[in-house]
């Protein structure tokens, strides 16, 4: 509670800072001849806003990551890590990004190549093999995840859903290279005696994102979905669809899995970090629906805004992620790592989604 308080307490600096420049706005003004007040300066925040403070303000101390969202460190000369996960399969990960891969008799499948250490995926793979890249599927289209596969070199067959292809094609990025396989709704990768099953459940984080999932090893990979230990990333990491998202989540938890590579943070997720998440999303869902119903649409708004409808409906999503984001703190502050960076995003991305969807 007392970080809260500090919480509090940044917010009012920054507050008041940003006050004291808009009275040296106002004095500029004067100096012009002009004696408008000056508008679109930060006021207060309203009555009863939440402890936790709103976008875009710089906080002097975010609340502590607990201990469950920490992975194995990451070797610094190497800048990744290697984890087995069953029979030649392997996760490498800089404890930021994720991605897998598989070896076969002739040759090695990596699933996903994300920029931030694909210059060293073909060490990680040396580690194990000496075998080269045949195939390289992509999770899906986002170049923060595959953006590293030019680097890989050689020929690789490419695997990806019809519409990673389709998105893919308009963005044209040298980076990223065209799929040459695609699938609709489910592939199966023999090679081998290993074995991988492809398949896509429609839109969520973004057209084209797969499951993939390898069954001797018990391993699924699902991007962007599932963030172990954490907070999703803003506004349930940019989802594309999030009631499609939520429902995807959900699908995750009743599959058969023992380890899951969720292409984000530090340590494998269990199914346990699955069943958190979906808590998590469904108290954020209800306290934008309790908050939506409850929230009188102006309240305290200068009334020369009056004739302004983005400005009222502004105040109003403001106060509606305000008290969403009052209600899921208690219960969720110290349990997530990072809850302080995204709630708001969370609330707002919610009680849009409930608002249109
Ligand atoms: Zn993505």
């Given at each position: 509670m007392s970080c809260l308080i500090r919480l509090i307490a940044s917010t009012a600096v920054v507050y008041s800072i940003l006050a004291t420049s808009a009275l040296a706005d106002?004095?500029?003004?004067?100096?012009?001849?002009?004696?408008?007040?000056p508008a679109g300066h930060a006021g207060v925040p309203f009555p009863g806003a939440p402890e936790i403070a709103p976008i875009g303000v710089r906080l002097d101390k975010y609340i502590d990551v607990p201990e469950a969202a920490k992975g194995p460190p990451i070797d610094p000369a190497k800048g990744y890590r290697l984890e087995k996960?069953?029979?030649?399969?392997?996760?490498?990960?800089?404890?930021?990004?994720?991605?897998?891969?598989?070896?076969?008799?002739?040759?090695?499948?990596?699933?996903?190549?994300?920029?931030?250490?694909?210059?060293?995926?073909?060490?990680?793979?040396?580690?194990?093999?000496?075998?080269?890249?045949?195939?390289?599927?992509?999770s899906h289209s986002h170049t923060d995840h595959i953006g590293g596969a030019g680097l890989l070199g050689g020929h690789p067959v490419i695997v990806a859903q019809e519409e990673t292809k389709r998105l893919l094609l308009r963005d044209a990025d040298?980076?990223?290279?065209?799929?040459?396989?695609?699938?609709?709704?489910?592939?199966?990768?023999?090679?081998?005696?290993?074995?991988?099953?492809?398949?896509?459940?429609?839109?969520?984080?973004?057209?084209?994102?797969?499951?993939?999932?390898?069954?001797?090893?018990?391993?699924?990979?699902?991007?962007?979905?599932?963030?172990?230990?954490?907070?999703?990333?803003?506004?349930?990491?940019?989802?594309?669809?999030l009631p499609g998202w939520m429902a995807q989540?959900?699908?995750?938890?009743?599959?058969?899995?023992?380890?899951?590579?969720?292409?984000?943070?530090?340590?494998?997720?269990?199914?346990?970090?699955?069943?958190?998440?979906?808590?998590?999303?469904?108290?954020?869902?209800?306290?934008?629906?309790?908050?939506?119903?409850?929230?009188?649409?102006?309240?305290?708004?200068?009334?020369?805004?009056?004739?302004?409808?983005?400005?009222?409906t502004d105040d109003y999503t403001a106060r509606v992620a305000g008290s969403c984001v009052k209600a899921v703190t208690p219960k969720w502050s110290n349990r997530l790592g990072a809850f302080d960076t995204f709630v708001w995003d969370e609330c707002y991305a919610m009680e849009q989604s409930l608002r249109v969807d």
């Open positions: 106002t004095a500029a003004g004067e100096h012009n001849g002009s004696t408008a007040a996960l069953g029979r030649g399969l392997y996760m490498v990960t800089d404890n930021g990004y994720q991605s897998m891969f598989m070896v076969y008799e002739s040759g090695v499948v990596v699933v996903d190549a994300p920029p931030s250490y694909a210059a060293r995926l073909k060490q990680a793979i040396a580690e194990v093999t000496t075998l080269p890249i045949t195939h390289i599927i992509y040298p980076a990223r290279p065209i799929p040459t396989v695609v699938f609709k709704t489910s592939y199966r990768m023999q090679l081998g005696s290993q074995h991988l099953e492809l398949s896509y459940h429609g839109d969520g984080h973004e057209p084209g994102n797969i499951f993939i999932y390898a069954p001797e090893q018990k391993t699924l990979m699902v991007v962007d979905l599932v963030f172990p230990g954490w907070m999703p990333f803003r506004r349930f990491a940019v989802a594309h669809d989540v959900e699908m995750i938890a009743k599959l058969p899995f023992d380890k899951l590579v969720a292409g984000h943070v530090a340590r494998l997720g269990t199914r346990a970090d699955v069943l958190t998440q979906i808590e998590f999303d469904n108290d954020v869902k209800s306290a934008a629906a309790a908050a939506l119903k409850t929230t009188p649409f102006v309240d305290g708004i200068n009334p020369a805004d009056a004739g302004n409808p983005w400005a009222l």
